[in-house]
């Protein structure tokens, strides 16, 4: 089959366009973090405020929401803000694909920890 005629054949992967521009990965797992950490703390709260214990953590509630939206959640925005408009600010080269996955990817991993 021609993969001129097929435009699916023809088509690229759009995985790799996910990762072109760095706020796009950042953006996308700060999403999904301030989701999850968001659960997790309503689960935390519902058990401590029903009497039973679901999780134990040896840090209050409102110290644990201060460390994951400061050093988890905005930690994402702002290095998607930073990787996107530095670059344009000094006209250096901008950072793509599987650098922007190595930077996304560790950044979740020490949050996840």
Do not use: D
Request: net charge positive; aromatic share 22%; glycine share 6%.
């Amino acid at each position: 089959m021609n993969p001129k005629k097929c435009p699916f054949l023809a088509a690229k992967p759009q995985i790799f366009g996910f990762l072109v521009e760095p706020y796009r990965p950042f953006f996308a797992l700060a999403i999904f973090y301030n989701l999850s950490v968001m659960g997790l703390w309503f689960i935390w709260l519902h058990g401590l405020a029903m009497g039973k214990i679901f999780l134990s953590f040896r840090i209050s509630p409102l110290a644990s929401h201060f460390h994951w939206m400061v050093f988890g959640f905005s930690s994402f925005y702002l290095f998607g803000f930073l990787l996107t408009a530095f670059p344009k600010w000094v006209n250096a080269p901008q950072s793509k694909g599987s650098y922007n996955a190595c930077l996304a990817l560790a950044l979740f991993s020490s949050q996840s920890l």
